[in-house]
């Protein structure tokens, strides 16, 4: 994610990092020579005139509107899901430690012994918690479980989730089964346990919405069709133009090429926001902060620092 | 759903398989011919000139982007919802699974009878989960249940289920049963017996609104006015070009009329998310991977390999 | 709602059933007579030349987009939370016969006097949650209550509830009743009572949420300013074509105003889903969908048919 | 809110009530005036010709189709949600109700005298819960306090209550009270108590809702940079019109301005939702309606009447 | 928030506060006195005639429709679901407020001090739920925690929560540790402390969505491209309507220039809604009036005054 104070006025033409341009320079440049060519041509091949007008612009225009549009909302509706998810799976976090921490208590008969023990455990899911997130984060993004989790999570249960499919879930289920541990124990009554169980649920919940739109794009048939368009869309523009505008068709070619292959630069990029190009969801920050607010909730002191933007850009 | 990596430039102009273009090539032909006929007999029939300007395309493209935004929105929140549900299908079972192994408890006083009376249970009870995901897809893509449920059920239940109208309400119920039976014998608290009941709500949920979408389509009557004006408005383009872009007539429409069938062919596609079309929800890998999490949550060794896409596609 | 194997190329343009034609006649052939007559006298109104170009149509088409666009969304909207509602109406049922026979237990000491009881009153219940459907239908298509729910419902209650303005309402009361009388004879533990309570209340949101779409338009000041538009708009097109295509305007006209009547006509039919018009939601079918289900549920064998499509059309 | 029943063809140009035209007369005249003016001046002001051609007015016009589609959804669905916050407060009390009286128990030795006195509460606080209705009512249209709330709520409550600024919300919490009293006197299970108090909290939310309707509007400066933008684009249009069409310039500008204040004005009105002009929701209908069925529940046989449309309107 | 009454005809054309026209004066006047240039040297450059017809404008027009179309609907998303968030909480509180003074009892057995022990506690537990209302708008506005907060908790909390990153949430956490203190010491069922816990958690979703939206913008480069379009655009334009309406393009040019700047600066006021822009949420005000009808619900007296409206803005 890129943050960035607001740029003013000029400034806006001037910034690069931000901007799409990068990825679109090399499209932009063909078809901008392209009219270029065009022009200096008087919008003829070989002698013969390729008379296009602007009415196809406008008919091409109305599916192209509807095109755009929709994938536009599409792929903006996924990026904030996925960060609305993110928000989500923060506050259960938050919620499953306020509750871990206020509900179980040790009856007056259990003595210091259980009292040791319940605060292990304790500490046990709360760390588990923090792991969850890093975990969603590695899997997301088809990292390796590296170091990162391993100072969480007690050292034969990582190693042995490692080579599971769905280690996310894997970390859950352990959760939910300290849960059912400490309510057998009689440490926590079963009224609180199903409260614990539902922030579990909505975890899980975050989990599977993730899988979700990693694991299902916008149907393909759908980008190729809208691709298709555009490129043909940019590459016909020059003809329909020279004859009214002359000399400004590479300039007005450039223009309208930028805006539409930008827009659809912009719409690639979040459509699938978990990865790691400027405009996607920052994970590592996301987790991160899921991270400090637990340690802070945990009463610990040695909280970690927040990983700073690198060039503008939040990972 | 079509799983390949994303192309660059020229290529999504080569590639054929994900185009929607072999489910409309005939209509395109069809369009693309009357085009070639109309521009070389100058627009006229039979000496009667047809005096067509694109002024009727506009005032006609204004109902068309109105019927293609919406058909196009309404198709794909179709789509996305059938998605979301098997998304909520996956995130309940994986829920239940978790309850089911971390809750229910044999008291002290139980023995080791009954322990092994319990893990029986839960193992059943996991066995149907998985179950459940393969029936809802056998019923939504009308398809017969066969061995693959007949591994997870008991043979009894199975071959009575097979017979009802609704066999994936039957499996679900009969979890419930089983939640009631260990709660009668001690095993469950009434809370958690509670929240596992609502892992089966969800799962009812998933399964109702999966039964909404293949029963209720868009309303016929406005598919086929959609669709007479697609036709009516590619088929009188010709008419309308003639005379302004001349020989370039035939390539327009065909541009055009490929847009047009295009995203309405796309949208026939997902209105129906659960069919076996290459742009359908890939309900075989998607059950496939709840029982694989299911699996790996039990401990089990021998998971089920995932079916692999055959031509890009995955079914 | 209209059932039938989608049409394919020429066929779009032959059906009579499910096309929305047969409602809109009437004033598309007034508007194109009146189109007609404005050919033959070339735009004029006795000697005065009604100069009307294409200008004033695409600036009414302006706004007759947004109401269109606006006004067809939100009808579709209404027609699929109908659906929804009834859908969620499904789950319910289910949900609550689910728990309803496997939750209450009599204890050991009850003997089988009382488990007749239990018996009989879920039984009871379970009917009642059938009655509840076919009432909501009753209600909500103002019919009258018949023997149809008579054989569901003890005599005297179908009678007494008869003369209610609620009668769905008292329905659920009743079971609601029924439950809190196993809880208090000790069949039903609270928290599950409290669960089924919850199914019930979901029923109780279908019912509220059908009367809301069913009491509340779309505000009607809305209705007369965008029929009076699109009227306005189709009566006055040949002025406005007349002088640019010629005798082709009756053509255009008639091809602008059947869409936009139609859209209209559809967006008429589904905004008000609950209707018998061919469009409308085919509620008999879904609430012996619902018995359907429900008596699988019991085990029972005599099981109703499904009402059959009558002329592709489902009610 | 308008109800009477759909007209048929010319009856929506001569029907009055219901249609936006009272509220728009005055502009939609000066409009008129000025475009007469126009059209006989030829576009000329003193000599000096006007020479607007209608470029800058499809210029506008995309600028307006945002501001008028965007303007009109947000209201609608300020509108919508507001009758949808009705409802659910209506499914809210149903449920109550149906809770309050059929779980809380005395116990066989509580005898009849606990028993008068839970029938009692029972009263008391079903009473509220429709006092609740009509003073969320009185709060969001700005009336005192009267008779109507005096004759449901114990006379000393309603005149402390009067005082307060958030009269509604201590009509919840009396309720609450009123639970929390059932249980400690051991009438009512606290999972069953859990359940009741839910359905406080959604009343509560639906009380919370309308607050925010009420008051918080769409941001100002987007209602002025709106209605400047529609005002603008009206009172130039002649100018923009008067070299094409010449003496229709009026009638057309007529029409369009006719949409555009009739689209402006049904936003204002249905933009605040609660208040009493034509278009707005029916909330004194929809209180009594929770009255009537309330009352119908209770099992009383004095069911007061439901206020009738006055002049097609329901208030 | 701008609260003023609506204003009427003219008014809408003199009122300073409130429109968008301060923030945007400047790049107007650039954009007018451009437009002045251009017109009196005919759209000429040192004897270069820039030939530039309104055909690019149309074409850009396209995507500026889409851009500002979408970026108006997201920010008003934004602006309105941090209003729903706000209301939430409200609600949140309130329902705290009535859990916490309903259901927890001391037992006869308990006496006096008890009783007097959980009133104290439950004033501690009201306070800050107050606090919490008021911490999260300091939060939000990056303000530092004052004499605001430390009036309505026990100074050393308030001192040790003001080094934490997230000290909303160790509100929410103590709240949470008071309520299974109460139960502890059994003054609470625990399914009570359940619910309680719910409205915990849904003060914990306020927040945790209020970050969200605080710490996620649109996308940077979605801006970007916006912005960029639409300073083109505007800069472009006298030069593609000097030609067809020659004097009047400042005009034409300024009130178009004045409806796209002003869309694009309300757009960036309120996507941001938390700031102190004048369009922005007034959480002020909202917080204050959680206090007062917190202060009420507790039986209170001396409430506090709501902060009024400065020059119609309230904060």
Known sequence: MIIRPRPKGIEYFLLLRGSILPNIWR????????????????????????????????????????????????????YWEGRRLWGSLGTASRNLLRQLYAYPQVSDSGGPQQRAQLAQLQKHMAYAT??????????????????????????????????????????????????????????????????????????????????????????FSYSVLLHRTVYVYCYLLPFGLVDSIGLLTPVVVGVVAYTFFGLDAIGDEIEEPFGLTPNDLPLTALSYGIEISAREMMGETAIPAMPP???????
């Open 27 to 78: 499209k932009l440049a063909v078809t901008i020579v392209m009219a270029v060519l065009v022009t200096l041509m008087h919008g003829a091949l070989y002698h013969v005139k390729i008379r296009l007008t602007t009415i196809p612009f406008t008919l091409m225009g109305l599916a192209l509107a509807i095109f755009l549009g929709f994938r536009n909302s599409a792929s903006y509706e996924r």
């Open 130 to 219: 923090i792991a969850f997130a890093h975990a969603l984060r590695h899997q997301l993004r088809e990292e390796s479980w590296g170091e990162e989790i391993a100072r969480l999570l007690p050292a034969e249960r990582a190693l042995c989730w490692q080579r599971l499919q769905h280690p996310a879930a894997a970390i859950l289920q352990a959760i939910g089964s300290d849960v059912g541990c400490a309510m057998a124990r009689g440490w926590l009554a079963a009224p609180l346990a199903q409260e614990i169980d539902r922030s579990l649920s909505q975890m899980s919940e975050a989990l599977g919405g993730c899988e979700r739109i990693k694991n299902t794009p916008i149907p």
């Open 309 to 315: 933007p690198v060039d503008y850009c939040l990972q």
